[in-house]
């Protein structure tokens, strides 16, 4: 089930899902892990080839904490959504011209674009401070599922990508 669902105009859903998994010990421990849910129309606009997961029991879906994001940078709300505006703007223009492309997302990790494919890759460090402990994080990153979704601080968008367009998302 979902813990929180946040919105991003434009880009699609970023989530946090509790599961229960099995820990080293055969334990059993609840775990979140981050999902994304690349917009509909932006892989159907775009052509592109995104493998989503989709997990029962989302209903709700909050938008974007605009208000947070401002108070965290020292910037008007406003100037958080026109930044965000043209930073999605930026990445469809790119999907457009058919360019691969990397967004970071500061503290979270990065979503990939080459060619039509698509994948979101998570950051070990965020999913660490999601969990909380080396146990949990050990059991996150044991998950079929995570197995290719996790990518340590020191990788660049350069290595993930053959693509020289990187692209930060504002946020906190």
Same mark, same amino acid.
């Given at each position: $089930?979902?813990?929180?669902?946040?919105?991003?105009?434009?880009?699609?859903?970023?989530?946090?899902?509790?599961?229960?998994?099995?820990? =080293?010990?055969?334990?059993?421990?609840?775990?979140?892990?981050?999902?994304?849910?690349?917009? =509909?129309?932006?892989?159907?606009?775009?052509?592109?080839?995104?493998?989503? *997961?989709?997990?029962?029991?989302?209903?709700?879906?909050?938008?974007?904490?605009?208000?947070?994001?401002?108070?965290?940078?020292?910037?008007?709300?406003?100037?958080?959504?026109?930044?965000?505006?043209?930073?999605?703007?930026?990445?469809?223009?790119?999907?457009?011209?058919?360019?691969?492309?990397?967004?970071?997302?500061?503290?979270?990790? $990065?979503?990939?674009?080459?060619?039509?494919?698509?994948?979101?890759?998570?950051?070990?460090?965020?999913? =660490?401070?999601?969990?909380?402990?080396? =146990?949990?994080?050990?059991?996150?990153?044991?998950?079929?599922? $995570?197995?290719?979704?996790? %990518?340590?601080?020191?990788? *660049?968008?350069?290595?993930?990508?053959?693509?020289?367009?990187?692209? %930060?998302?504002?946020?906190?």
């Amino acid at each position: $089930m979902y813990n929180q669902a946040v919105r991003i105009p434009g880009l699609g859903t970023f989530a946090v899902v509790r599961k229960r998994v099995a820990g =080293k010990e055969k334990d059993l421990v609840v775990v979140e892990r981050p999902v994304f849910h690349l917009a =509909k129309s932006t892989a159907r606009d775009h052509d592109l080839r995104y493998a989503c *997961t989709d997990v029962p029991g989302h209903q709700h879906c909050e938008q974007l904490p605009y208000a947070q994001i401002a108070s965290d940078n020292a910037v008007s709300e406003s100037t958080v959504q026109l930044c965000l505006q043209r930073t999605i703007r930026l990445f469809h223009v790119c999907l457009e011209n058919r360019k691969n492309v990397a967004l970071i997302w500061r503290d979270v990790g $990065m979503l990939i674009v080459q060619r039509k494919d698509v994948k979101m890759t998570f950051y070990v460090d965020f999913l =660490k401070r999601l969990n909380g402990t080396e =146990k949990m994080l050990q059991a996150v990153l044991e998950m079929p599922e $995570m197995r290719d979704l996790v %990518i340590s601080r020191q990788d *660049t968008a350069a290595s993930q990508t053959s693509s020289g367009r990187v692209i %930060i998302l504002p946020g906190r």
